[in-house]
């Protein structure tokens, strides 16, 4: 688990903001869901064979001895709240949440025990467009976070239940008769999690893979028609993609759809964002059959997709910094300041809290970040003046009085 520092968080602040907006703009509302889940919750989301839950989960006994789980991941926490408060009786909805989820996984760059996530689920809604909407949402995501050259489109179809249930009987045939190419993992999900083997990251069963059936020939008219349409739907709009036929879920639950979002930038861990259409899960967890299409993105793999882009410029800490010198420009400067995050909403402004001579904290203004320095001594402070010196264009200092401040700053907000 790790700690982000002051430094780093302009970062995550930009990131977050446009996060929000794009979901915004798409008219996705946000649920906010506890950390801790009962463990039945993800056993039966999940799956009890599941390396996240046989091996990734952090699950302790509280003390009325209930099994409590910290939330390896949020559809099935978003699904159970639905279900408890009724939001899927007869309704459609668009909804994203954002916090920490927890695995027990060796930490890796992008990858850690404690991890961002944001998630974005939607309920009630059949059609291949709402599938086509989430992709679209993600596109317009990594165009504003500046990334979209880093990342490619893949996509794949799990057609339905009956369906996939032919085309697993006939992979397990195929890989009975390789079993002497098949490593210890995927001889152990052989007959609990067949699909997953074609996700295998070995290179030795390369060939192997390849070289099994495929899913898509094996789905119906409906499936395909659903999927034609939402690739008819990317192509109109020029958005590029890859169709992956080895792009699987291993849970029953996942129908039709599936995508990833991945890059070559990040080492192995290639996958950005990954989401699907799970209708199954909701009767699952006792609900009446119905419609879910979603994805997750891990916060920590997209920032190590941006680490080029210069932080303070995207998200400036701080505007402007206000050194004070003397006991009267100490008393008069933080009543002025007060006044300008009054009349100047969304200034950042930093005041000097440590005394010293103009030359100390001008270094401490500068090293702020901040584009301007206000500066009050008792002089400025008996004429209800300000001088304003620009930290970063090397333009010389100018003093005014305090209401042209107010005015000076309203501009430089409104034209930046």
Known sequence: MHDVLPEQTPLWQYAEKIIRDVLSSYG???????????????????????????????????????????????????????????????????????????????????????????????????????DAEVILLMDRLWKKLGIRDKVRLQLNSLGTIAERLVYRENLVNYFQEHLEQLDDDSVRRLHTNPLRILDTKNPAMKDVVANAPVLMAYLGADSLQHFNAITRTLDDLGISYEINSRLVRGLDYYSKTVFEWVTDELGSQGTVCAGGRYDGLIEQLGGKPNYAVGFAMGMERLLALMENLDAVKLV?????????????????????????????????????????????????????????ALILGDDEASRCEVGIKPLRDGQGQQTLSQQETVTFFQNYLFSR
């Open 28 to 130: 996705y509302s946000e649920i906010r869901l506890p950390i801790v889940e009962k463990t039945e919750l993800f056993k039966r989301s999940i799956g009890e064979v599941t390396d996240i839950v046989e091996k990734e989960m952090y699950t302790f006994e509280d003390r009325n001895g209930d099994s409590l789980t910290l939330r390896p991941e949020g559809t099935a926490g978003c699904l159970r709240a639905c279900l408890e408060h009724g939001l899927l009786q007869g309704q459609a909805h668009r909804l994203w949440y954002y916090g920490p989820m927890y695995r027990h996984e060796r930490p890796q760059k992008g990858r850690y025990r404690q991890f961002m996530q944001l998630g974005v689920e939607t309920y009630g809604m059949s059609g291949p467009d709402i």
């Open 316 to 372: 400036k800490p701080v505007d402007a910094y206000m050194i004070r010198v003397g006991e009267a420009a100490e008393r008069v400067g933080l009543r002025f300041a007060e006044t300008l995050r009054d009349e100047v909403p969304g200034l950042k402004l930093q005041v000097s809290g440590e005394g010293g001579s103009f030359k100390s904290q001008f270094k401490k203004a500068d090293k702020s970040g901040a584009d301007y």
